[in-house]
């Protein structure tokens, strides 16, 4: 098995730490969240073998070795808030429905509140955006620094599509 299904780049502390993640969310939700993240997002945009290499390098406690101070900078400067603002996106949904045998339900606690649907739309598109700037700065890190990522370039046939070159997608409608 791959390490970057088993390993996470970001943990929950540091994703209640810089978004607005309530310290009080279940941690089962936010693993999830990081793990649709990393295993989906991350690993379209950055390819499996970097995104396998970060993983390896952090599962062994090897990230802080001075020969792997490039990959240190890279998840520590670039991926972590890529990561952090796309568990923001991707918890809201498990957040707002549970699927339970009954079918799928909106939980609504009787001290609080909860957003409409279009109230959490307009949260994951604000997270997405944010996720969208992290993955551009990513992309644009590692095409200035093409020579200390070689896994970048060295994609394997099973990565997802994806052109180095090009910049993640953004939410700009143009018509």
Partial sequence: MRKFKEVFLVDEQTVKQRTIVNTNVEAHYIKSAIY??????????????????????????????????????????????????????????????KIRNAGVTNYADATENNLSLKEVQYIIQNAEDKVNFFGNRITQYLSTNASKFKEYYNRKTEDLPHNPYQAVSNSIYLG
């Fill in 36 to 97: 649709e993240t990393q295993v989906v997002d991350l690993q379209q945009l950055i390819g499996t073998n970097l995104l396998d290499k970060l993983c390896t390098l952090k599962g062994n406690n090897e990230i802080d070795l001075p020969e792997n101070s490039n990959y240190k900078e890279l998840l520590e400067d670039y991926i972590e808030d890529y990561l952090c603002f796309g568990v923001v996106k991707n918890i809201q949904l498990l957040l707002f429905a």
